[in-house]
């Protein structure tokens, strides 16, 4: 029983977060000298409930965990846009999501309804799910490449440091009593982590993942243990409702940068920067009352009933898969007796299911390498749009389709090319 009492203080303590209102803000970040400025950007997750554990998956799209339906699923933040979808629909919670190396998919922490807490990888495409690491139950963890993880394992009422290769599956552990905070340090081979081992002060260390030498580099503040990397000399991170900055080898001590009860954030605890370091995330707490609302609306993309947003992407990904199976019966099910097809904007290509049938049957039966893959989806409204990568007769296509449904069928689809 005792390798169950972390995990369910974590559910729980995602509960009591839920009920203290966490959001995900975005500020810009500009740093000069051994001075950083921060602007207040906005609320990007504006939900009642627990959002938390932001990053970036690239330079369009945040990733973070969010409340929806009683449970915590992975929430795609769109900047172009201004919009949000869901990632996933699986039964258990979803925590921590991140950008996997190299690769059109998605990591995270899943708690499933039964108590089994493991790390899986989902597919950017369809949300599809594989576990990553077996018998080791992940609590917090980042990605040093594309084959080896860096975690902080539940063991017993412990969190130890394991580094995992994902092409042998073998697990390593490298310390013991650590924090939820990992970051790779920029410019560098090596990963920061918080060191509890201490009972005077937590300890900021750097980690090898390929020796397990790990070597102090500075303290954190006290009683924090989240932070992130300007930069491989700076850090930042908050509490209360201050920011700080600790640069190392010139500050002697953390440097108060801003204060961000103005803009109602209090208890900030996840920070994260993207590639260019001049775009930061953080989670506060609004438990407050402060307002904290935006003149920008978020789009809401889901329709009045969010269950059609997985029924808009299910009824698209069951004709891509039979367009890639040359499965014509289950592709042209899809589609309604009126489909309308046109290159954008409005090039009328086919009218009718019965020419459309025609031209996709002779399309299969003269393409034998067919193959199409979906490397970015978005949904807004009834619209699901796909930015697909297809092959034939031994050439690569780039395209995007949108597919527009009406009435539990796909009405009209706009190719751009």
């Not at 996933?88 to 708690?111: F, H, K």
């Not at 950017?124 to 084959?147: C, H, P, R």
């Not at 605890?269 to 609004?286: A, F, I, P, Q």
Request: glycine share 4%; aromatic share 10%; with cysteine.
């Amino acid at each position: 029983m005792k390798h169950f009492i972390l995990s369910i203080c974590l559910l729980f303590s995602a509960i009591l977060l839920a009920q203290e209102n966490t959001e995900v803000y975005l500020f810009d970040l500009s740093k000069e000298a051994n001075n950083i400025a921060i602007k207040y950007q906005k609320n990007l997750s504006k939900n009642d409930g627990y959002d938390n554990q932001p990053s970036f998956y690239n330079d369009r799209y945040i990733l973070f965990a969010s409340s929806r339906n009683e449970q915590t699923d992975i929430a795609k933040y769109d900047q172009r846009y201004n919009s949000r979808t869901w990632l996933n629909y699986t039964a258990g919670g979803e925590y921590s999501p991140q950008s996997i190396p190299d690769s059109d998919a998605v990591s995270a922490v899943r708690l499933d309804k039964d108590g089994k807490q493991r790390l899986y990888r989902y597919s950017w495409s369809n949300g599809e799910s594989q576990e990553l690491i077996k018998d080791l139950m992940v609590a917090y963890y980042t990605w040093f490449d594309k084959n080896t993880i860096v975690s902080a394992v539940i063991e017993g009422e412990d969190l130890n440091l394991y580094v995992t290769n994902l092409l042998d599956g073998k697990s390593r552990k490298y310390a013991t009593n650590v924090g939820r905070s990992f970051h790779k340090i920029p410019g560098t081979s090596l990963i920061s982590y918080i060191s509890k081992t201490s009972d005077k002060e937590w300890e900021i260390r750097s980690l090898n993942p390929k020796n397990g030498v790990t070597k102090l580099v500075a303290y954190t503040i006290k009683g924090v243990e989240d932070l992130c990397w300007v930069d491989n000399r700076t850090l930042i991170s908050g509490n209360g409702s201050d920011l700080y900055k600790l640069t190392l080898k010139k500050d002697l001590k953390w440097k108060k940068i801003a204060n961000l009860s103005e803009y109602g954030i209090n208890a900030i605890t996840r920070l994260n920067l993207d590639s260019s370091k001049t775009k930061l995330l953080l989670v506060g707490n609004t438990s407050n009352g402060a307002d904290t609302e935006e003149n920008d609306e978020i789009e809401e993309i889901e329709p009045e009933d969010p269950d059609l947003i997985s029924e808009f992407e299910t009824i698209v990904q069951k004709q891509l898969d039979a367009y890639n199976s040359k499965d014509v019966e289950t592709f042209m099910a899809q589609f309604s007796d009126d489909i309308q097809l046109y290159n954008y904007p409005n090039e009328l290509l086919s009218q009718g299911k019965t020419q459309m049938r025609k031209d996709y049957l002779a399309w299969f039966n003269r393409t034998p390498d067919l193959k199409a893959k979906v490397t970015d989806r978005i949904v807004i409204g009834n619209k699901v749009i796909d930015k697909e990568h297809v092959t034939a007769n031994g050439k690569l296509f780039k395209t995007v389709a949108i597919y527009e449904i009406t009435n539990g069928l796909i009405s009209r689809v706009t190719f751009m090319q």
